[in-house]
């Protein structure tokens, strides 16, 4: 049981490390689409700051998350995980208070949410075991 767990953890880390990396992209050579799949409209005055600020921070935490979890290093991948909880919540807060927002933009910052809690605590609590 434990060795599904720290499998699934682990590649649930993974892809969703890379998948940040390659949002964070497509926000810098795709502002538009990237917007309007996140769940805002995008500017038409051609203003990106708002999709470069997310897609550098969105690059950056997966990032944080490959390099933790390639290096090994458990807890504090469960600590960055635990307290990154936090962009994936401001993201559904933003996109729900958009006018017309779509039921269906949120569901993937309610999985990012359940991901960065469930494996933040999973390795907290067993940050000295996995290493085993």
Same mark, same amino acid.
């Given at each position: 049981m434990k060795s599904i767990l720290k499998q699934t953890a682990f590649y649930c880390c993974l892809l969703s490390g890379l998948g940040l990396l390659f949002i %964070?992209?497509?926000?810098?050579?795709?502002?538009?689409? !990237?917007? +309007?799949?996140?769940g805002i409209k995008p500017q038409l005055n051609m203003d990106f700051s708002f999709e470069y600020i997310k897609g550098i921070r969105d690059f950056f935490f997966g990032l944080i998350i490959l390099v933790l979890l390639l290096k090994k290093q458990w807890q504090a991948l469960g600590w960055v995980?635990? +307290? %990154? &909880?936090?962009?994936?919540?401001?993201?559904?807060?933003? &996109?729900?208070?958009?006018?017309?927002? &779509?039921? %269906? =933009? +949120?569901? !993937? =910052?309610?999985? !990012?949410i359940v991901i960065c809690f469930a494996c933040g605590i999973y390795y907290l609590k067993n940050h000295k075991t996995i290493s085993q």
């Amino acid at each position: 049981m434990k060795s599904i767990l720290k499998q699934t953890a682990f590649y649930c880390c993974l892809l969703s490390g890379l998948g940040l990396l390659f949002i %964070g992209l497509r926000f810098f050579f795709d502002p538009i689409a !990237a917007s +309007t799949d996140y769940g805002i409209k995008p500017q038409l005055n051609m203003d990106f700051s708002f999709e470069y600020i997310k897609g550098i921070r969105d690059f950056f935490f997966g990032l944080i998350i490959l390099v933790l979890l390639l290096k090994k290093q458990w807890q504090a991948l469960g600590w960055v995980l635990l +307290t %990154g &909880v936090i962009i994936p919540l401001a993201d559904f807060s933003i &996109v729900i208070s958009q006018p017309e927002y &779509v039921i %269906g =933009h +949120t569901i !993937a =910052h309610l999985i !990012a949410i359940v991901i960065c809690f469930a494996c933040g605590i999973y390795y907290l609590k067993n940050h000295k075991t996995i290493s085993q």
